[in-house]
């Protein structure tokens, strides 16, 4: 994952995705690209179209790029939110998750983006997590799920979810680590001054 150029990192916005779901993953991985990372890696908002996405409560975000025209990832980080309860039974949507999980070395998502990871098929016989209160959603949307409660993230090796909101942030900073170092993660951590310690499954 860490080649020459640095992995390229995608996080989707979409309509009612939860703000901290999709700001607080992109604040700890922006920081990490722009600070303290070696290569070159990238960090891009992904939206469904051109025009700017109106989120849960009101931000409008331009994105850097549109789901047909991303380029080859080497992590997508899928957010929660209200806006992921209409793409459960979204086709395109799920598809299109789908697609990318043919050519993503690793996939993430924040609170309710694994309902959608669920939805799609991807989290079949494997361990995974979501919000407190989607957690029963979770089992039903695929029964082979083996459904953790009481952690803040669980990485499975190719996918990692994370419960509720605030716990992105500890996902993504998980995330530093395993692509970069442990005392990368950290670095970022403090200069943040992110205090809560991961809890992880």
């Known amino acids: 994952m860490t080649s020459d150029r640095g992995p390229v990192i995608g ?15 992109w604040e700890v991985l922006k920081f990490w690209a722009e600070h303290v990372a070696p290569g070159r890696p990238r960090v891009l908002s992904i939206g469904p179209g051109g025009r700017p996405v109106r989120c849960a409560k009101g931000l409008r975000v331009v994105t850097d790029t ?7 990832l080497d992590v997508l980080v899928h957010p929660g939110g209200p ?3 209409p793409r459960l039974k ?46 029963d959603l979770l089992t039903e949307l695929d029964h082979t799920i083996e459904v953790q409660r009481e952690v ?16 992105g942030i ?17 670095t970022v951590r403090h ?4 205090e809560p310690g991961p809890v992880t499954a």
Do not use: K
């Open 83 to 85: 806006g992921t309860r």
């Open 11 to 25: 996080i989707l916005f979409f309509r009612d995705v939860d703000e901290l779901d999709a700001v607080g993953p």
């Open 152 to 167: 803040r993230f669980v990485d499975e090796g190719d996918i990692i979810t994370s419960a509720g909101v605030s716990a």
């Open 66 to 72: 549109t789901m047909a025209r991303a380029p080859r």
């Open 170 to 186: 500890d996902m993504a900073l998980h995330l530093v680590a395993r692509i970069d170092s442990p005392a990368a993660a950290q």
């Open 191 to 194: 200069a943040l001054q992110y």
């Open 90 to 135: 979204n086709d395109a949507h799920l598809e299109w998750v789908r697609r990318r999980r043919a050519t993503t070395p690793l996939l993430a998502s924040v609170c309710t983006g694994s309902l959608v990871y669920a939805a799609a098929g991807l989290l079949a016989n494997r361990r995974a997590t979501t919000h407190w209160r989607s957690l």
